[in-house]
């Protein structure tokens, strides 16, 4: 039972212009999002989140949209860089501690 | 400042085996998490201390694994009698709260653990 889904395993896009990652959710009790984006052979690095008593945040480059209707969220990389390659996971948390995470997206920015 | 610490990087055992293995939080952190991650699949929750109190083990896998801190800062993972399907990286995290949250959780590099 996949509490948190991301449906897309991959995805390119070229550099300038503007990545979307995807994620779902079943759990209603879900109170926080979370984005990391993760290296080869290193643990995740937090990324942005979200609380969902609102519906977008932004920190620089990075968006976050949560409509708590759709059970559903996603995250904006705009512009994209190539740097920026590299496995997104999307996680949520219950009253806090521990965090579900989706499958991951591989995301690969073309130069 | 320095930030979440495991070792070994790299663990190959032979089944049947026993493995530790360690994680250092960041310094001052109250929680302190441990997760499986299976090649393609994202992280899984196994266990959370809140200082020394193992407060919820619900994601352990079976009762080979069994997790530490027993002065609310470095914690063990030790996974007794190692099966093929123990292979996987455990990542273990840390926060600077306890109780409920919502708090960023900052990770380690993983181990990779190996079981042949």
């Known amino acids: 039972d996949q509490q948190v889904k991301q449906n897309s395993p991959s995805l390119s896009v070229q550099e300038g212009r503007i990545s979307i990652l995807n994620c779902d959710y079943t759990?209603?009790?879900?109170?926080?999002f979370l984005w990391y984006k993760k290296y080869p052979a290193e643990g995740p690095t937090f990324l942005i989140s979200?609380?969902?008593?609102?519906d977008k945040n932004e920190d620089g480059r990075f968006t976050v949209f949560l409509n708590k209707s759709a059970k559903h969220l996603s995250l904006h990389i705009v512009p994209s860089q190539p740097g920026d390659s590299a496995v997104y996971f999307c996680?949520?948390?219950?009253?806090?501690?521990?965090?579900?995470f989706g499958g991951g997206t591989r995301v690969l920015v073309k130069p | 400042g320095a930030g979440v610490s495991q070792s070994p990087r790299y663990k190959v055992a032979k089944r049947g085996q026993d493995v530790a293995l360690r994680c250092d939080p960041i310094?001052?952190?109250?929680?302190l998490f441990w997760y499986q991650q299976a090649l393609g699949q994202g992280p899984e929750f196994l266990t959370y201390?809140?200082?020394?109190?193992?407060?919820?083990k619900s994601g352990l896998p079976s009762d080979r694994f069994f997790a530490e801190r027993p002065e609310g800062s470095v914690s063990t993972l030790k996974i007794q009698r190692t099966q093929q399907e123990d292979s996987a990286v455990y990542l273990c995290?840390?926060?600077?709260?306890?109780?409920?949250?919502?708090?960023?959780?900052?990770f380690g590099p993983g181990t990779r653990l190996t079981v042949t």
């Open positions: 995290a840390s926060s600077t709260e306890g109780g409920t949250g919502p708090y960023e959780q900052y």
């Open positions: 310094s001052g952190h109250v929680s």
């Open positions: 996680a949520a948390q219950a009253a806090g501690n521990k965090l579900t």
């Open positions: 979200i609380s969902s008593i609102k």
């Open positions: 759990n209603s009790m879900f109170d926080y």
């Open positions: 201390f809140q200082n020394e109190a193992q407060l919820d």
